[in-house]
């Protein structure tokens, strides 16, 4: 397989996890780019062919799918706050009615 095959399956499996096309893009040219200058710092320092240092560069990168699902979450950050706050919400205002009702009731007696 070719080291542009190699790359291209890497960040198929990578992308793979991300929704926003725009975001999917930005995410496969920098990992792109950083695969490329990992291996050519692996070919010219350690003397790595070109094969096998794009091979080391996706290996130390890690597990594509749990990079994937890393940057999916990144990409939103906010949603798990608005998730709490609207949680926060919703109990809130459960105890003001629970309120409401214990003094109205406390208040026919």
Partial sequence: MCSDERIARFLD???VHLVW???RARVRRELTD???T???YLQRERGFSAEEAVAQAIL????AD???HDLRRAQHPLRRLGCVLATCLLWTSIAWCALYLLLYFLSAF
Wanted: net charge neutral.
């Fill in 13 to 15: 499996r990578v992308c």
């Fill in 21 to 23: 096309p725009p975001y």
């Fill in 34 to 36: 950083h695969i490329l």
């Fill in 38 to 40: 990992r291996a050519a």
């Fill in 60 to 63: 130390q990168l890690g597990d």
């Fill in 66 to 68: 749990e990079i994937g």
